[in-house]
């Protein structure tokens, strides 16, 4: 990748789009009527999904020039670049190779001359070893109990990826093991997941890749008292009951954790796009068992090796992404909902809002220069049907446009017996099916209130089963489809240097917070602040 390219918004085919967005007249009812071929043209079937972009306001023209674009800033040679462990990470000069971590081709994947895979099947080995043990009883509390919960502290990408991940598998959990995350700071979180843990019964997992996360190593001290308060201040309680997920071991062993206890990965796997490392293969393997968790590797792998080979226009993250850069630059929608019709699916969006927002909200290219175009999408989502009746009147009537993905599936996770004729799944699907052709084909009405204007795009993804391989799979489609985005923008989607100015000053507040602590009336509590954020302290500090 040539950091000194083109600007994207200097390119060809980015005139031609400006120009055929400047002449395009959305009419999806008309574009559906007289172009039967419309939906050969803009879906694409595999064996695993099938990704139906029929209601984007695109034409063929659109279309094809989106992927002139692509091949005019060479997506080709990024993606390459990226499986084959180059440093595309140019601020932080580091590869970003998640890939290789599900890599079951059986090739070996090179980083400086060196094969990273024994590394990453010796981790791998060692959490099917470790978690066996513990599912299977052979490795014991200190006083002799099952450890049958699994407390993860972790945030951010050690948080967000295995809860979606734990939360779609959940059908498949080892019955009797249990999953709690404990992510925010607020002691609400800690209470509300730890109150009613027996300790004696508990693992815990620190994750963290750089184990010095403000928020995460709050919530590791505050565990670590709650254990030993119960279990006693007995290096033997920390060694039986604490493990950790880190690339930091000698943090971890300040800790007090047996680095014989860290599960290990690399500074090439990046926190969002962390789910298939140890950081989601540590508990969601004491969750599902080892097994459960190869099978998301498997569907990630499948999805990694459609997006390596699959040609641009067959190519679904590539497709989806330059949808949505459509979406954004040309058509102004700056907003995606994510609504998976599957209740189990209901932490992908905040896993998508991560992986997305972190990835691709930037402002400068990979020389630095201050890029005229947007770049990133603000995400949301949360399942069908409890969306339609909460915001989806804005998406059908309001004035700003929202692009959504519509995610269903074939199977449910469960049948429910009933007499009814329509199961509670196909009941589910019908909203599945509507919620689409409502949004692009409208209603008129005499009465404005009742207008539909329709026009209004979206995707839809069919699978065929909500099991772990699936859960792999749509993490993978994510990751790449950020990817994609970031590579054809031209910028770095794999820093994330915004999250670094907020951490400073609360760094220092809480210095002065621990000053007036200490003596109330110290001026040095105060000064240098602004009025507002002086009063508000102030009114927090006297409570
Ligand atoms: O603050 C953002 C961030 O750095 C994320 O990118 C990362 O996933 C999260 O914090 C947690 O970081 P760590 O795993 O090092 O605790």
Not at 507 to 522: G, T, V
Request: glycine share 8%.
């Amino acid at each position: 990748m040539s950091e000194q390219r083109t600007p994207v918004n200097e390119t060809k085919a980015w005139a031609k789009l400006k120009n055929l967005r400047k002449k395009l007249e959305p009419d999806l009812k008309n574009w559906f009527e007289s172009d039967p071929r419309r939906r050969e043209h803009f879906s694409q079937s595999t064996d695993h999904v099938l990704f139906d972009y029929t209601r984007q306001l695109i034409t063929e023209e659109v279309m094809d020039t989106l992927l002139e674009l692509a091949e005019e800033t060479d997506l080709k040679s990024s993606i390459n670049s990226m499986f084959a462990g180059e440093k595309i990470n140019v601020t932080e000069q580091r590869s970003v190779l998640h890939t290789a971590l599900r890599n079951f081709s059986g090739n070996n994947v090179y980083l400086n001359g060196n094969d990273v895979m024994p590394d990453i099947k010796a981790v791998l080995s060692k959490i099917e070893g470790f978690s066996k043990k513990i599912i299977n009883g052979e490795l014991l509390g200190v006083k002799g109990d099952k450890l049958k919960n699994i407390v993860s502290v972790g945030i951010g990408g050690s948080y967000l990826g295995p809860e979606y991940l734990a939360e779609v598998s959940k059908a498949s959990a080892i019955e009797g093991m249990n999953l709690y995350f404990i992510a925010n700071v607020d002691p609400t979180d800690f209470v509300r997941k730890t109150e009613k843990l027996n300790p004696a019964e508990t693992l815990v997992i620190i994750v963290s890749k750089t184990f010095t996360t403000a928020e995460t190593m709050a919530n590791a001290r505050a565990v670590k008292s709650w254990m030993t308060n119960s279990l006693g201040d007995d290096p033997e309680v920390i060694k039986k009951h604490f493990i950790a997920v880190s690339t930091a071991q000698k943090r971890v062993e300040e800790f007090g954790i047996d680095p014989e206890n860290m599960f290990g990965f690399w500074d090439w796997v990046g926190g969002r796009f962390s789910a298939t490392s140890a950081v989601g293969g540590v508990p969601l393997s004491l969750y599902l068992g080892y097994d459960n968790f190869v099978e998301i590797l498997k569907g990630a792998f499948w999805m990694d090796q459609h997006f390596q080979n699959q040609p641009f226009e067959k190519n679904i993250p590539v497709l989806a992404g330059l949808i949505d850069l459509w979406n954004i630059n040309f058509m102004g929608y700056k907003t995606r909902a994510i609504v998976p019709y599957s209740q189990a699916w209901h932490k992908y969006a905040a896993h998508c809002q991560q992986t997305e927002m972190e990835s691709n909200g930037k402002s400068v290219d990979l020389s630095g220069r201050s890029v005229e175009f947007d770049t990133g999408e603000v995400i949301f989502g949360e399942p069908g049907t409890n969306s339609q009746h909460s915001y989806f009147q804005l998406l059908h009537q309001g004035s700003s446009i929202v692009p959504i993905d519509f995610i269903g599936f074939i199977n449910p996770q469960y049948k429910v017996e009933s007499n009814e004729e329509i199961s509670l799944h196909e009941e589910l699907m019908t909203n599945f099916f509507a919620q689409p052709d409502a949004l692009a084909f409208g209603k008129e009405n005499e009465l404005p209130h009742k207008v539909f204007t329709g026009n209004r795009p979206s995707n839809v993804f069919l699978l065929k089963n909500q099991n772990p391989f699936a859960a792999g799979l749509l993490l993978s489609l994510l990751e790449h489809r950020t990817a994609a985005k970031g590579f054809i923008w031209g910028i770095n989607s794999f820093d994330q240097f915004g999250v670094e100015l907020g951490k400073e000053l609360g760094i220092n507040i809480r210095e002065r917070m621990k000053l007036y602590k200490k003596d109330p009336a110290n001026p040095e509590v105060f000064s240098g602040l602004n009025v507002s954020t002086s009063e508000l302290l102030k009114s927090f500090m006297e409570g």
